[in-house]
């Protein structure tokens, strides 16, 4: 869970990329809405949800639209999920050592932890674990923004719960 929800505001967080580059909130919201999602590298439900997130940075980042990790790991081991887990958009390190400053911003007591934040810092989607509904309403955002129209995130041959509590 997080004590920000849908409506609040996020706050803001400064945090290294893997490759020691400063990447902070409000830099990305310039640039549009930003999907961030926090994550243990340890937690099986982070294992489970990262590649849809692919899926839909895949479709949906880039130009207008920011995708970030937040790894409570070390960088080697947040670039090893990554690898393992086919993940290609940024990481930043909101690492143990120095106190996890965002996640504890954010009130954070599980992973993963999903947010779609507007381009004015405002919540509009917060999802704990792993949610189809919440993953399909992001997708559906995304492509409202960009005048697109939202392809299924999930395949008619997955077998995919509606839910798996993070």
Known sequence: MT????????PEFSLKSLDGKEVSLSSMLERGPVVAAFFKISCPVCQ???????????????AGASFVGISQDDASDTKDFAKEFGVTFPMVLDEKKKGYPASNAYGLTNVPTILLIETDGTVKISCTGFDKKDLEAIAAALAE??????????????????????
């Open 48 to 62: 489970f949800t990262f590649p849809f997130l692919e899926r839909l940075y895949k479709r949906y980042g880039g």
């Open 145 to 166: 923004r960009k005048k697109i129209v939202p392809s299924a995130l999930f395949r008619a041959d997955e077998s995919v719960p509606d839910h798996k509590p993070g």
């Open 3 to 10: 004590n920000i929800v849908a409506g609040n505001t996020a």
